[in-house]
C-alpha cells in the first residue's frame, strides 16, 4: 500500500513535472526573439568588424553588457506583464504629450533606418550566393509581410524562434576556427578600454547594436500581445536572462572567428558580408556559407520584428487597435503601418549605390540617443508603485540599470558631440 | 465650446489679480449626464488646492480669475460623485463595449453653460494632438482649401464612467455603433440644462448647427427657448424651420412676443405664417405646410422636371407634384415615378390622377389621419373652398399626430 502511495506520488510527480516544462516551453518567445532580433545585421556585422580589428581585447565588453541586457528587458517585460500595457501606450499617459510626439517620431524614424539596415543585410547575405537584391529582397519582404499580416500571435512566433536557431551557424563558425581559447578567456576578463576617437566609436556601437529602443518597445508588447499572466511571468524571466545570455554568446563566438582567422592574418572586414568573403579562403567555403546564413536569418527576424514594433508603438501611443491576431479589417491602422515599415524600406535597401554604411550610422545615432531616453522613461515607470504596485523595481536592479544608464548618457553624448571634434 | 487641454496650465489669479498657481485639472460632478465643473484643482507652489465654482468669477483659456483671496483656497478630499477630469480621463485608451481599442482621448470638449460649465464631448481628432503639441498651424494648413478643420467628437454619454482596472476608458456602444456627434445630440445636451442655460448654449453655436438641433428639441423646450433667445437669433432659428414647424412654435408663444418674431421675418416667410396661423392648430390648415412641389396644367413632363428641379430646395417632398390651373386650383396630381417614366414632350394633364383626394383646409386631424391610412398616401393636400391648394401634409407629420409626440421622443431614452 505504502509502495503504491509512493508509485502514485512519484507519477503525479513526474506529470506536475512534465506540465510545467510545458508551460515553460510554451512560454517561451519574447525574450528570445527580442534578444535574437537584437543580433541584426548591424549587429553581426559591428562584432564581425570589432574582432577583426580588435581581435580578442574588446569581448570584456559583451560580458559587462549581459546582465545590463537582461535586466532591461526584463524591466520591460515586467511593466508589460503588470500593465498590461506596451510601453508607448504608458509613456503617452504618464508624460506630456510633447514628448511622447517626439519619442514616437524618433523611434519610428529610427526604426525605418534599422529597418532599411536589415534589408541591406538581406541583399548581402544572398550576394553570398549569388542571388541578387532585386530577386531576394522582394521575395523575403513579401513572405515576411504576408506572415505578420495573415498569420496569428503563434505561428509568428513560431517562425521567428525557428529563425533564431539558425544562429547556431556562427557557432559552428567559431568553433571550425579554431580560436586560441586562452586569449578569449583574457579578453573577457581584463577591461581594456582605449581613449581614440574610433575605438570608443566601435564601443557605443556595439552597446548600441546589442541594446535598442525597439528591442524595449518590442519585448513589452510581445508580452502584452501574447497575454502572460504574472503567475506565469517567471517563465519569461528566466526565458529573458536565457536569451540575452544566448544573444551575446552567439556574438562572442563571432568575434571568436573573426578575430582567431581574420585578427591573426591582419584582414581588417568592415561588414559582415565581407568578413563572410574573406573567412572563406582562410577556412573554407563552409565559413562564407555559415556566416551568409546566419546574416540572413537575422536580418530576416529583424525585419520581421521591427514593423511590428513601429506598429505597436504608434498605435499604443495613439490609441489605435493593434495585435498580431487581428486583421487588416479589425485593425487597419496597425496593419497599415507593417505594410508601410515593411516594403518602403525594402524598396530603398533596392537603390543602387545607397550608402548602406551611413545609413546604418545614421540609424545607430539615433537609437543610440533614444536609448537612454527610453530607459529613463522605463526607469521612471518601473519605480512608480501607481503603476507597478508591488512590482517595483528592488535596488539590484536600479543599481544596474540606473548605473548602466548613466554610462550610457555619457556614451550618447560623446556619440553625438564627436562629429564636432573630429 | 473649449478644450480642456488648453485651460490645464493656465494661471489662476485671485481677487486682487493676483497669481496664486496654475490650473492642475478641472473637478467635475458625475451625476448629470454631461459632467458640471464643481471645483478647479489648483497648483499653488507644488501643492494642489481647490476652488470651488462659485468662487470663479472668468474661466478662459487665458487664464482664469477667483471671487475670493488665494489663501482662501484649501486642500479638499474629492466627493463620492467628483472626479478629477484630465486625470481620469485625458490620454486615457478608449475601449468599446467589445474590448476593442478605439482611439485614445485626445481632448476633452466643454460647453459653457450660462454660468456653468459642462463636459460635452471627447474629440478624437489628429488635429487634437497636432494643437496640442503645439503644432495647430500645421493641421489648418493641411486642411486648407477644405472646410475648416473640425473636431471629431464624441457624445460624453457614450462614455462609462466605471473605473476599469486597466485605467482605460470604457465606451457604453460596440465602436461599429459609434456615431460622432450630431447636432441632435447637441439637443440631447440642451435638455438637461436649465432654460436659461439652455438659450446660453444655443447662442454659442454656430446657425446651422443650431438650427438643427433646435429642431430636434421637444417643442415646448423650443418655444421657451424662443423667449428667451435673443431677437436675430430666433429669427435665424424660425427662418430655418419648416413653415409649418414654425407656425405651430409661433403658435405657442405669447401674443406679443409673436407678433414681434413675425414682423421680423422677410415678407414671404411672414405672409406664410400669417395664413397657416389663421387656422385653427388642430385643423389641417394649421398641420399643413405651404411648402409643395407644384406645376402648371399645361406643361410637358420635361418642363415638369425642369420646375421640380428649381424648387427642389423649398418643398417638404418631390415624391408628389401637384398639377394647379391658372387660378390655382388642385387639377390632378403625379407621383415622381409617374414622371420619369413619361416620355418628355408629354403634357402632364394627360399623364396626371385627376380629382386627387384632398381635404379642406377646416378638416379634422382625425380626418387627415384616416384619409392617409386609407389611400397609403405619403402626403394628402389641403384645399379651400374653391378647390384652391394651401399646402400639403405629410406622413410623418400625420404620424407625429396619431404618436404622442412626448412618447415618440422620451422612448429611448428612458433605458439610459
Known sequence: MAQSLRRLDRRVARRVGRSRLLVALAMLGPGLIAAN???????????????????YSMIWILVLITPVLAVVQEMNARVGVVTGRGLAGLIRENFSLKVTALAILATALANFGTTVAEFSGIAAAGSLFHVPPYVGVPVVALAVWLLVTRGSYHKVERVLLALGFVLVTYVIAGLIAGPDWGAAARGAVTPRPQFDSLWLFTAIAAVGTTLTPWGQFFIQAAVVDKKITLRQYVYT???????????????????????????????????????????????????????????????????????????????????????????????????????????????????????????????QTLNGVLLPVILLFTLRMVNNPRVMGEHVNGPGRNAIAWGFSVVLVGLSAVLVLSPLFA | MFFVSKLLGSPVKDAEEKTVGSLYDVVVSTRPAYPRVTALAVKRRGKLVFAPWDTVSSFEESGTLLRIAGGDLAER??????????????????????????????????????????????????????????????????????????????????????????????????????ELLHPADIADLVHELSPEERAAVLDALDDEVAADAFEEMHPSFQASLLIDLPDDKARELLGNM??????????????????????????????????????????????????????????????????????????????????????????????????????????????????????????????????????????????DEEERLHGIITIDDAIDLVLPLAWKKRLPRIFH
Open chain 2, 77 to 178: 478630499a474629492l466627493a463620492r460623485d467628483e472626479l478629477m477630469l484630465a486625470d481620469a480621463f485625458l490620454d486615457k485608451q478608449l475601449v468599446d463595449t467589445e474590448g476593442r481599442k478605439v482611439i485614445r482621448v485626445n481632448d476633452i470638449q466643454l460647453v459653457r453653460t450660462g454660468r456653468h460649465v459642462h463636459v460635452a464631448a471627447v474629440d478624437v481628432s489628429s488635429g487634437a494632438i497636432l494643437r496640442r503639441v503645439g503644432l495647430a498651424r500645421v493641421s489648418e494648413r493641411l486642411t486648407k482649401g477644405r472646410q475648416k478643420p473640425r473636431p471629431r467628437l464624441i457624445d460624453w454619454r457614450d462614455v462609462d464612467l466605471e473605473q476599469t482596472d486597466d485605467s482605460s476608458v470604457r465606451l457604453t456602444v460596440p465602436r461599429t455603433k459609434l
Open chain 2, 242 to 383: 419648416s413653415p409649418d414647424d414654425a407656425a405651430d412654435l409661433l403658435a405657442d408663444l405669447p401674443d406679443e412676443r409673436r407678433a414681434h418674431l413675425i414682423a421680423m421675418m422677410e415678407k414671404d416667410d411672414a405672409d406664410d405664417m400669417r395664413e397657416l396661423l389663421s387656422y385653427p392648430e388642430d385643423s389641417a390648415g394649421g398641420i399643413m405646410t405651404p411648402d409643395f412641389a407644384w406645376v402648371k396644367l399645361d406643361a410637358t413632363a420635361a418642363e415638369a422636371l425642369e420646375s421640380l428641379r428649381a424648387q427642389d430646395e423649398e418643398v417638404e417632398t418631390v415624391y408628389y407634384i401637384y398639377v394647379l390651373d391658372r387660378s390655382e386650383k388642385l387639377r390632378g396630381v403625379f407621383s415622381l415615378r409617374q414622371l420619369l417614366m413619361a416620355p418628355p414632350e408629354r403634357k402632364v394633364r394627360d399623364f396626371m390622377t385627376e380629382n386627387p383626394v384632398a381635404v379642406r383646409t377646416d378638416a379634422t386631424e382625425e380626418e387627415v389621419t384616416q384619409l392617409i391610412a386609407k389611400y397609403n398616401l405619403l402626403a394628402l393636400p389641403v384645399v
Open chain 1, 237 to 363: 524571466k528566466y526565458e529573458i536572462y536565457a536569451g540575452s545570455v544566448i544573444m551575446t554568446g552567439i556574438d562572442f563566438f563571432i568575434v571568436v572567428a573573426c578575430a582567431s582567422v581574420l585578427y591573426k592574418e591582419g584582414v581588417v572586414v568592415e561588414s559582415a558580408q565581407e568578413a563572410a568573403r574573406a573567412l572563406e579562403p582562410l577556412l573554407g567555403l563552409a565559413a562564407r556559407y555559415l556566416f551568409g546564413v546566419g546574416l540572413l536569418a537575422v536580418s530576416i527576424l529583424a525585419a520581421g520584428v521591427l514593423p511590428l514594433a513601429t506598429a505597436y508603438v504608434v498605435c499604443e501611443a495613439f490609441g489605435f487597435e493593434s495585435g498580431l491576431d487581428t486583421s487588416f479589417r479589425e485593425a487597419p491602422v496597425f496593419n497599415g503601418i507593417i505594410t508601410f515599415f515593411m516594403f518602403v524600406p525594402a524598396v530603398v535597401a533596392m537603390i543602387p549605390g545607397l550608402p548602406l554604411v551611413k545609413v546604418i550610422l545614421v540609424a
Open chain 1, 37 to 55: 532580433a537584437g543580433n541584426d545585421a548591424g549587429g553581426i556585422t559591428t562584432w564581425s568588424v570589432i574582432g577583426s580589428r580588435y581581435g
